[in-house]
């Protein structure tokens, strides 16, 4: 790693550990010997997930007692990919955090801030979709392609028949914690993306309004401090609702972290209830 590199990753690390976005392998142990209480549900991803792999009976060619389901194997893509989408969204939050002060809010060009921003929301967006296939997946049996809100709440349904409501609880306020994220996300994706494209749509709108109007209308006159305060005034708003970007993804990345916990164990004791299913 170059110098210029190394000296980012560890700016992008700093503001990350100051915001509380702390790398997802941390969660689960206070120290070598002691479960975190907080987080059981990342100890129990590494000692009883929903299927663990012999890597010695592996090496000595030795086969398993017994096949992989399908759905052993969908928990497992579904869970690991929890993990890598989280990691994705944490390197490029730090991204954001190093760009934000840096962000020019009146600036027409989309900038490199624009640029993290829209790649951790579509990670975030990303990890949340997959602790809810993994749900499903657990509760189901297998998820299903189409109307998977309604698979969702079929699932919380019968967490909570099997005596589970705390959790479905947690899981439900942890999914709509990301529903800002989303919503941020899917502004990006299905409205205007980035800023030209809205600043450009609001000129050709006034030259539609003048055009009907046939006048651009009477220009608005007032004091050099006058224009020099509301200036300012539009400086201060842009700059906080890029201060309330940045922070929005390191509180969801926060909620996520929670969310994917309550999943692991939700699904753990599901199992061990006897609820989990083979299609």
Known sequence: MTPDLKSFKQAADALLEARGV?????????????????????VMWVQVPPYDHDVMNWQHNIPPTVAPSDQELALMEFGHDFFGFMKTSRHFIGQALVYEPHAKPMEIESSEFDFSEF??????????????????????GKKKRNKLKEQ?????????????????????????????????RNEAVHGLSTLPARVHSEIITRDREAFEAQSWG????????????????????????????AQLLCDTYIALIKLGEVGIQAEYFFRKRGGFQTP
């Open 218 to 245: 009477k220009p608005e006159r007032g004091t050099y401090d006058d224009m020099k305060a509301e200036w300012e005034q539009r400086m201060d708003e842009a700059k906080a609702a890029i201060t309330a970007r």
């Open 22 to 42: 702390l790398d997802i392998d941390r969660y689960g142990w206070l120290n070598l010997e002691e479960m975190d209480p907080d987080y059981l549900g990342y």
């Open 152 to 184: 969702l709440d079929a699932s919380f349904v019968q967490l909570e028949a099997a005596g589970f409501g705390k959790f479905v609880a947690e899981l439900r306020a942890g999914f709509a914690s990301s529903e800002r994220a989303r919503d941020a």
């Open 119 to 140: 790649a951790a929301l579509a990670a975030l967006i990303a990890a949340s979709d997959r602790v809810r296939d993994f749900l499903i997946t657990a509760v189901q």
